[in-house]
C-alpha cells in the first residue's frame, strides 16, 4: 500500500473567491502544528509526497514554516499549490525550506479575481519562480483555463500573461507534453477547465474508473479520510486519520467498494457519477 502522492488540508480557509473553485460548506478549520505533525506521522509509511492542501490557502497557515520543519523531519517532499498572492510575503521562508519540493502556481485564480493589480501579481510570482528555480525547487505556473483547441486557450489573460513571462524568461522555450519549460525547474503547464464533482450534479456516467485509492488519497482539515482531492465536502468519508490508522481505515468496506468498483470500470459512489475528471480515464 504506497501512494504516489497523499493530499492533507492543512487550511480549508482561503484568501481569494474564485469563479472555479467549488469552495466548501465545511466549517473553516486550521490544523494545528501537534494535529498536523500526528497525521503526518500515520501517512508517512505510505507515500513520500505530500500536497499541503485539498481546498484553501497554504500560504494562509500562520505556522507553516513549522509545519515545512516537520516535514523536514520525517524526510517528506513537500507540493504546495498557491494561488499566488502571498508568495511575496512568504518567499524567504520557502525558499530556505530543505523539505519543499515543489511549487504550483495556479495563474488562472487571478483572472477569477479581477480587477486588480494585475502586474504586481504576475511580478511576485515570477519573481518567486525565478528565485525558486535557482534555488533547485520545481515550479509548474498553471494556466487550467483551456475551454477551446487553441493553445493559449480562451482565457483572455493568457497572453498578457505569456508576453510578461517573456520579459522575465527570455525565449527561446521548450515545448513539453504540458505546455513549456521556461528553463532549468521552471515551468508553463496548460490543462483544460474541469467540472469539479458535486451530489447536486446531474449523474454523468456509472461507467468508469479512477486513480484514486491507488495513486492517491486525501486527509480534511478534520482528519476525514476521502479518496481524491477533488472531494470537497467529505462526500466519500472513508474513516477519520485523528481517530484511526490509514490501513484500518482502507480495509474498510467503503474503501474496498470503491477500489473493486474502480478495477470493475463501475462508478460505485454517486459523487463519482458526477465527477467530470473522472471522464479523462473513460
Ligand atoms: S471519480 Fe472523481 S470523485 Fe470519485 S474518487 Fe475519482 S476523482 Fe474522486
Not at 500573461?161 to 532549468?184: K, Y
Not at 469539479?196 to 486525501?218: F, V
Not at 479520510?225 to 490508522?245: A, K, M, R, W, Y
Amino acid at each position: 500500500m504506497r501512494f504516489s502522492r497523499c493530499y492533507l488540508e492543512i487550511t480549508n480557509r482561503c484568501n481569494l473567491s474564485c469563479s472555479f473553485c467549488p469552495k466548501t460548506k465545511r466549517p473553516a478549520r486550521t490544523l494545528s502544528p501537534a494535529e498536523f505533525r500526528l497525521l503526518a506521522e500515520k501517512i508517512r509509511p505510505y507515500t513520500d509526497y505530500l500536497y499541503l492542501h485539498v481546498l484553501g490557502e497554504p500560504l494562509m497557515h500562520p505556522q507553516l514554516e513549522g509545519l515545512l520543519d516537520i516535514c523536514r523531519e520525517l524526510s517528506f517532499r513537500v507540493v504546495i499549490t498557491t494561488n499566488g498572492t502571498l508568495l511575496p510575503a512568504q518567499e524567504t521562508m520557502l525558499l530556505s525550506s530543505p523539505a519543499l519540493y515543489k511549487i504550483n502556481v495556479s495563474l488562472h485564480s487571478f483572472e477569477a479575481n479581477a480587477p486588480g493589480d494585475f502586474g504586481a501579481y504576475l511580478s511576485g510570482c515570477f519573481s518567486f519562480a525565478k528565485k525558486s528555480g535557482e534555488a533547485g525547487k520545481l515550479v509548474d505556473l498553471r494556466l487550467w483555463n483551456l475551454d477551446g483547441e487553441t493553445t493559449r486557450g480562451q482565457n483572455a489573460q493568457n497572453d498578457s500573461i505569456l508576453e510578461a513571462l517573456e520579459a522575465v524568461f527570455p525565449q527561446p522555450w521548450v515545448r513539453n507534453t504540458w505546455g513549456f519549460r521556461l528553463r532549468d525547474r521552471v515551468f508553463v503547464h496548460y490543462a483544460e477547465k474541469f467540472d469539479w464533482p458535486d451530489l447536486s450534479l446531474e449523474e454523468q456516467s456509472a461507467c468508469g474508473t479512477c486513480r484514486a485509492l491507488r495513486d492517491q488519497i486525501a486527509v480534511l482539515s478534520d482528519g476525514t479520510v476521502v479518496p481524491c482531492c477533488l472531494d470537497h465536502e467529505g462526500d466519500i468519508p472513508l474513516g477519520n486519520l485523528f481517530s484511526q490508522n490509514l490501513p484500518e481505515i482502507l480495509d474498510d468496506t467503503p474503501a474496498k467498494l470503491l477500489l473493486s468498483g474502480f478495477f470493475a470500470q463501475k462508478l460505485s459512489h454517486p459523487l463519482c457519477r458526477r465527477c467530470g475528471y473522472a471522464k479523462r480515464f473513460r
